[in-house]
């Protein structure tokens, strides 16, 4: 009875901002978007996800037996220990049920070379990281989704330097560890047969962007290269086609294509950026797409998030609406610059390690133990399941003209590969905005509003339903509340559907 009288409550409450906004919107300024349905810009080579590690722990570290040491704090990131057990199988449903309902697209899965080898030629199929990543990728092969398969680090002693941690050591051997890398890809595609890897990243954030802690050398000789010819032969040697995809640097490096002679090894390029993107920025990713796109190699966002709005230990503010209102910036301008796909960090995470980055709470911080019952952390899971329950995978970025400054209003309309429409809007303002959006070329038919914002998720009973509906051909008026996130689009989803992936 109580969740019927929410649904009543939400449905007048929308009624009554339906009201107001018809009535308003004649007598105030209305900003008219245009929106070209014929003029594609570009097309996307993938779509949008997070982050999913399959890391269950690193520690204890030992670092009294290395001169050059892991730093104690947050060793790996927050790329560990966000998932439960594996024995805990309700939690596992509704954590791979999360994952469909955002319809997430394109997921970096991340392991270490540890997960499956952590003795020298003794291949472990069966260890607890191993099994995980095989749920993963078989929810990702029910559900057309496609893996950008990172490994982090090696984190094994057998082939760390001397007097190294090998969390962060480079492989001494590279023989060995391009040699494990592409036993592991062997073993994935023909033993298990899994056809939804479709890029392979080898290590995590390398020195070369403007911070890398993952290739340590120490007093020794070498250079990360030397691994990507090393791992790019020993695939071409066994007829592996998987992309490698690389250099994976951070944060937001600038471009400068001297620097990247490696690249003849990659078949994609992907880095990361954690300031949030600033026109500056923008202009930063547009060169890396233009170069990778002119190379016909595709150009990957595979880590983004706001770093500048906190973060570390248990802060919250990366689980805020404000980073969603952010991360949604940055997703635009990586459009608008011609990325092809985004990955956010990150999916799950125990929020107590680098901060509270997860969409789903799969952990309880206070009792230091995992929930039985996964649920939203609101804010986040729909800020950013505002854009990703509705981008197709592989959609094409159509040109768009938006009469206002980035500062108040972005606006990025996207069509899917079956012809399918959608709009997304970002009010960055603290005001409501009027807008219309208008189409020319190929007119849409029925289109459908969606809309979040801090004040409506935190509505009682609020759920991701549609507002209103637009007839076919039908320039869309709407009103976009004060620092929300707005979808029109053609596809019609209630909140108990899965997100779309293609």
């Known amino acids: ?121 003794r291949y472990d199929w069966d260890s607890e990281e191993m099994l995980a990543l095989y749920t993963i990728l078989d929810w990702a092969e029910e559900n057309g989704v496609d893996i950008f398969l990172q490994q982090m680090a090696i984190n094994v002693e057998w082939n760390a330097y001397p007097g190294i941690h090998p969390l962060i050591s480079a492989p001494k051997d590279l023989d060995a560890y391009a040699e494990a890398i592409a036993t592991l890809l062997e073993f994935l595609t023909i033993e298990k047969g899994y056809s939804c890897i479709k890029y392979f990243c080898m290590t995590n954030e390398p020195p070369g962007g403007t911070w890398g802690y993952w290739w340590e050398y120490g007093e020794n000789e070498g ?13 071409d040697q066994r007829g ?43 202009e930063t990713l547009r060169q890396w797409a233009n170069w990778a796109h002119k190379q016909g190699k595709p150009f990957f966002l595979t880590e983004y998030g706001n770093m500048s709005l906190g973060w570390g230990t248990n802060d919250p503010n990366q689980k805020s609406f404000e980073a969603a209102l952010s991360n949604a910036s940055d997703v635009m301008r ?68 938006v009469p206002a400054p980035d500062s108040v209003l972005m606006c990025n309309a996207l069509k899917s590969p079956g012809g399918v429409l959608s709009v997304f809007l970002l009010n960055k303002s603290g005001k409501p905005i009027h807008v219309e959006v208008r189409f020319s070329g190929n007119i849409p038919g029925e289109m459908h509003l969606y809309q979040v914002s801090k004040e409506i998720i935190h509505t009682p009973g609020f759920e991701l339903n549609k507002v209103k509906s637009y007839g076919e051909g039908e320039h869309c008026a709407l009103l976009l509340p004060p620092r929300s996130i707005s979808v029109i689009t053609q596809h019609s989803l209630d909140n108990r559907d899965k997100g779309i992936v293609f």
Not at 60 to 72: A, T
């Open 334 to 401: 990586g459009m608008r610059a011609g990325v092809d796909a985004f990955n956010r960090w990150s999916f799950t995470n125990r929020g107590d390690l680098d901060g509270q980055w997860q969409l789903i709470a799969t952990f309880d911080r206070a009792k230091k133990r995992y929930r039985n019952e996964v649920m939203p952390e609101p804010e986040a899971y729909y800020g950013f399941g505002i854009i990703s329950r509705f981008l197709s995978k592989y959609s094409s970025v159509l040109k768009t003209e």
């Open 1 to 121: 009875m109580k969740k019927v009288q929410q649904r009543i409550f939400l449905a007048f409450t929308c009624c009554i901002f339906l009201f107001i906004t018809s009535c308003t919107m004649k007598n105030t300024e209305i900003v008219k978007i245009n929106v070209n349905t014929s003029e594609e810009m570009y097309q996307m080579k993938g779509g949008m996800g997070a982050s999913w590690h399959v890391i269950r722990d690193v520690f204890p570290l030992n670092n009294e037996k290395y001169k050059i040491q892991v730093r104690e704090v947050a060793p790996l990131g927050s790329a560990h220990g966000g998932n439960p057990p594996l024995s805990k199988t309700g939690a596992w449903e509704q954590i791979k049920n999360h994952a469909s309902w955002l319809g997430m697209n394109f997921i970096r899965l991340e392991i270490l070379q540890r997960s499956y080898l952590p003795e020298r030629g």
């Open 240 to 282: 592996i086609t998987i992309p490698i995809s690389g250099p994976d640097w951070t944060d937001l490096p600038p471009f400068n294509e001297e620097r990247l002679t490696f690249a003849k090894y990659f078949g994609a390029i992907d880095i990361h950026s954690y300031q949030g993107v600033s026109a500056e920025g923008e």
């Open 223 to 235: 250079k990360i290269e030397d691994a990507w010819a090393r791992l790019k032969k020993e695939f």
